[in-house]
């Protein structure tokens, strides 16, 4: 099987590979060597933009079905790309101690947020199994062990894990990180209620007294959690506060 009819997957990936390996090793030899912070922050996130774009391939053959035995829908392809993205802007986002350069300070946050819009505005809106449009992704199976926990649990952890390494050192793009995954974790809560009353036919006009009356607990019970975690961290900063006075 080939890409495209003119490259062998195999081949596809193992260049995407090389050229990941051959930048790393360029970024880590210039940055021991001192010369020049801002282009070893180029060479590692061009390293991992080259990763990322192996792994879109990847799904995309998969997605066509070019695996046997191996089923991937649009809905699932996208959410993994998903998670790439996040992943891989965690990967790059700045350690406590080090002093980054521009694209050092930005490159994590760039793909942490572009995972972030993708998953909201394409799973979360476009091809959603319950308000999508036309060619909205239907999910079968277990409820939380289906491919809903991976378009929309799977990143919030990721957004709460971004935001709990930043809350000290940026508290911007910390809050905003824990909103996102706040809103996804909202949105996986209700559908996957959603689903365990209709499995895959989500996208039923019918709601019943019961169902309703789930989604107003599963509201009013992430409300208490949103409104326990952040008592607990307001603490914790004060805390952290009078521990440096």
Known sequence: ???????????????FAGAALLLFSASTVVRRSNDNVGIA?????????????????????????NAPGVALDEFTET???VLALMAA????????????G?????????LLCLGLLYALFVPGMAINPWWGGP???????????????????????????AANRLYMRQRLFARIYAIAGALLTLMWLLLEIRHAFHNGEMAAPEHGLFESACYALAV?????????VARMRVKKTRIGRLRKI
């Not at 099987?1 to 260049?15: D, F, H, R």
């Not at 060619?135 to 649990?153: H, K």
């Not at 009013?220 to 326990?228: E, M, T």
């Open 1 to 15: 099987m080939t890409l495209e009819k003119q490259l062998p997957l195999w081949a596809g990936l193992l260049t």
């Open 41 to 65: 922050e180029a060479l590692s996130a061009a390293a991992v933009i080259a990763a990322l774009t192996g792994v879109g391939v990847a799904l995309h053959w998969l997605a066509k079905g």
């Open 79 to 81: 959410s993994l790309r």
């Open 89 to 100: 802007g965690l990967t790059l986002l700045p350690r406590i101690h080090e002093t980054p």
């Open 102 to 110: 521009p694209i050092g300070a930005w490159r994590g946050h760039v």
């Open 135 to 161: 060619g909205r992704a239907v999910v079968n199976g277990l409820a939380i062990f289906n491919v809903l926990t991976i378009a929309f649990a799977a990143p919030a952890a990721l957004a709460f894990w």
């Open 220 to 228: 009013l019970a992430f409300a208490l959690v949103v409104a326990i």
